[in-house]
């Protein structure tokens, strides 16, 4: 149970897996995979690296030269996956990935900062446009409140100093967000907004699949929720590997 009397004395007890060797070689253990498998930091680079080639490789769901869409967000996840496809079309990989991909930057930093003001949005949007600079990927820009713009022309742009960071959609987006009545109700609503503008944004550049950087930990609280929710007769859908909307857009998420 917590505690806020801060002259309680907690006891922690030590992680076992900084007492035992890698696997694969001599160093010190940081993380344990599967049942009994400790890794070092390198090798387990080198594992998961090759876990995510391999589930994207075998099976065999892009075709050679298809563009497709990747909703950045930069989190930790998103920047993982940025990484590890970098890495898969470079050209020290022994079987290059042959799709080519398209970022989508959608900005959301307004719903979290208390002491939001336009300021801190354009110094976030720069600090993400340094953090994918070295990629070398095409990157397009978006708003949360987009998802209420009706031309479809202006849902995206490759410069985010294009957008009015003022406009009325804000007002009304922010006030739709502040109108939800529990924080459960909340997370749906933007996840469900989020998917509507990433699709209509994936239409307009004519892409059919699109990769998000959902790891099995953000799948698991997914589920848990849907379960509560009653939403537990589409699981087996919205946790497998591949996914094919009411759209004809396929979801996919090899990191799960």
Known sequence: MCSINEDVIIQVKPDLKLFRKCLKCDQNSVVVTRINDALCKSCFIEYFTHKFRATIGKSKIFEKDELVLFPYSGSSSSVAMLNLIKKGMSEEAKKKFTFQIVCLYIEDVCLFDKDYDQTKRVEHLRQIEKSIEYSGFKFYYSLFENCFEKNEKKLFREKFEEFDLNSENREKFINLVNSCNGQTSKEELLKRLKNQLINRVAKELNVVKVI??????????????????????HQATEMSLEEKNINGQIYLRPLR
């Open 212 to 233: 998000f950087p959902i790891s099995c930990t953000k799948l698991t609280v997914d589920m848990l929720t849907n379960f509560a929710i009653g939403k537990g007769a």
